[in-house]
């Protein structure tokens, strides 16, 4: 059994109140996903999951200028195409094998659950549309993962063999580290002059 499933959203949020700081105040996100899950009759899956996302985010127009959303100045757009799933698993008995690049979501309280340390975080484009579905806020990692269960409980094995770090915007977003017209973007700004 094959299932191909594929998924497109759009998201536009404006901020309402401007503070003049050179601060994004309206962003618009598109997600194209695509996903090829494939299961044998011997136990055996594979899953391979893409994104192709871009998005544009904007500041206030001129000082003093009504703003009308369309004419929103200094426009910032980004995207990245990724391979966010690529895994094998195979499972017998109570025993269930993974390998490959994967997410993990791990508790309850997906957003702010203590146990889920697998993933790190991704705060480069939609860290506010992350929070609907909280996989899509998380950079995928190379695991080994073996599971065992008994009935409805089970004990889970994950081998990382890589490092990866979160990733975010070090300038020029609002959620950056050093965000615009924050001292710290003063700061950059300066030694890169």
């Not at 929070?131 to 994950?158: C, M, Q």
């Amino acid at each position: 059994r094959t299932w191909l499933k594929r998924e497109y959203t759009s998201r536009l949020s404006m901020d309402t109140v401007f503070d003049g700081t050179e601060e994004d105040v309206i962003e618009l996100w598109n997600l194209g996903r695509l996903t090829l899950d494939h299961r044998t009759e011997s136990r055996l899956r594979a899953v391979v999951e893409g994104w192709v996302r871009w998005g544009v985010t904007a500041e206030h127009a001129d000082p003093g200028d009504v703003f009308w959303v369309l004419n929103a100045g200094d426009p910032k757009w980004t995207g990245e195409v990724s391979l966010r799933e690529a895994y094998l698993a195979w499972s017998t008995g109570p025993w269930q094998f993974e390998l490959g690049q994967k997410i993990f979501v791990w508790g309850k309280n997906e957003i702010l659950a203590a146990a889920d340390a697998l993933n790190p975080a991704d705060l480069r484009f939609d860290p506010v549309g992350s929070l609907n579905s909280t996989r899509d806020g998380k950079v995928p990692v190379f695991a080994f993962d073996v599971t065992w269960w008994h009935g409805d409980s089970s004990v889970e094995l994950v081998v990382l063999p890589f490092f990866t770090a979160s990733r975010s915007f070090v300038t020029g977003r609002d959620f950056a580290l050093a965000p615009p017209g924050s001292q710290l973007d003063s700061n950059f700004r300066q030694v890169a002059t």
